[in-house]
């Protein structure tokens, strides 16, 4: 029946599976007692069919056995190398690893779903497929693989979530079209010839070349991207020589690209290209540049997505569902949204209060617990009601 509301029991429950998680966080690709714990208590759940698509993912089915829509519900579960830096009882207990990002949070959350909708599945046709999804954080990530392997294979619609620091807890943040980035990676080489940095008319000195090359970069989103396109072009990493008085031979640059069109995200690496091989030959020197694509952007399907919000609406209230911009982050469930309309949202879990302020991906990152059931309701509410067993007329 909608609203369903999470019982103080689930909610317990919930919040036990993500401090279990928290405590013992595994890295990308190798997610294999965090899957093993969450393969044990969907069987234990026993609704489902669980099975093991890769080595650290699970997928579990819940066959009402009626005809109607495929529902995809997708959760992330791995962690980052980070030392926590938190003082609470739920810390890391792994050196150097921690659930930053709130995927422990994800993971739960979706526990929790599946349980309800495994509670009301007399309520319910079609089928549900609920995706513990291994290593986001992490090219190629674990959703193309998924996706490979014929996950989304007769999927009508897919649904995903992220937590969000800066939202304030128990607001959802939602909206269609283009939600995170594509975020693409470069690697590039400036090679020169090093020499005395007392006779540099001996050398060709690879760090004024590189200066060069950071500076013109600065000018291929404000000068050749269209005003009303995003794009960022972003040098992170400058490694150069050893010594003060040494011109070294070669200079490393890397950094990330971000974009959300798909002709900007074209054009922006043969910008780079021509601009790295003009200055480079103008100086006399040579360079390599490689591009790495990243995952492409999560859409949101404009129907999908304003039937989520209205649910949203429904259980929460107009004043707790906000509309959200696109990030410049990315995000893999990107692969689900290229294939089948999808629908991904944001909870809010920050709660300055409880002094729950820090950013993710940052060692003092947490989650205000409670938001965990908000995010489970709406998964619950939204499959409640497109999966809807249609009422038998008398
Ligand atoms: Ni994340």
């Avoid at 990493?237 to 070294?248: F, H, W």
């Avoid at 798909?262 to 601009?275: H, N, S």
């Avoid at 950013?359 to 409640?384: C, S, Y």
Wanted: glycine share 8%; charged share 15%.
């Amino acid at each position: 029946m909608i609203p369903y509301t999470v019982s103080p029991e689930l909610e317990a429950r919930i919040v036990t599976w993500r401090r279990h998680l928290h405590q013992h966080p595994e890295l990308s690709f190798q997610e294999h007692r965090t899957s093993a714990y969450v393969e044990q208590q969907l069987r234990d759940l026993s609704f489902f069919m669980v099975t093991r698509p890769t080595p650290t993912s699970v997928l579990a089915v819940l066959q009402t056995g009626r005809p109607g829509q495929v529902a995809l519900l997708r959760a992330d579960m791995d962690a980052l190398p980070i030392q926590e830096e938190n003082e609470v009882s739920y810390v890391s207990q792994v050196p150097g690893v921690m659930h930053a990002c709130g995927h422990d949070g994800h993971t739960a959350m979706m526990l929790g779903a599946a349980q309800a909708l495994g509670e009301h599945q007399a309520e319910l046709c079609g089928e549900v497929r609920f995706i513990f999804q291994h290593a986001e954080e992490t090219p190629p990530g674990g959703a193309a693989e998924l996706v490979a392997q014929g996950l989304l294979s007769g999927v009508d619609y897919a649904l995903g979530a992220h937590l969000w620091a800066a939202g304030p807890s128990g607001h959802i943040g939602i909206g269609s079209g283009p939600q995170t980035a594509a975020p693409d990676r470069f690697d590039l080489h400036i090679k020169g010839q090093g020499g005395h940095a007392a006779m540099p008319h001996q050398t060709v000195d690879p760090v004024v070349v590189a200066a060069q090359v950071i500076s013109a970069f600065q000018s291929i989103v404000s000068r050749t991207v269209d005003p009303l396109e995003s794009a960022v072009v972003s040098v992170t990493q400058l490694d150069a020589g050893s010594a003060y008085n040494v011109i070294p031979d070669e200079v490393r640059l890397q950094g990330t690209v971000r974009t959300f069109a798909a002709e900007v995200r074209r054009d922006i690496p043969q910008r780079m290209q021509r601009l790295l091989d003009g200055i480079s030959s103008g100086f006399g020197a040579s360079a390599t540049f490689e591009y790495v694509l990243g995952y492409p952007s999560v859409v949101n399907d404009t129907a999908l997505t304003g039937a989520v919000r209205a649910v949203a609406v429904k259980i929460f209230g107009e004043e707790q569902v906000l509309n959200i911009a696109p990030s410049m982050a990315g995000e893999d469930f990107a692969y689900f949204s290229e294939r089948v309309p999808a629908c991904f949202f944001s909870v809010g879990s920050g709660n300055p209060a409880r002094g729950i302020t820090f950013p993710h991906h940052h060692p003092r990152f947490d989650i205000d617990e409670p938001a965990l059931k908000t995010g489970t309701a709406l998964f619950v509410n939204t499959v409640l009601t497109l999966n809807a067993r249609p009422q038998e007329t008398p």
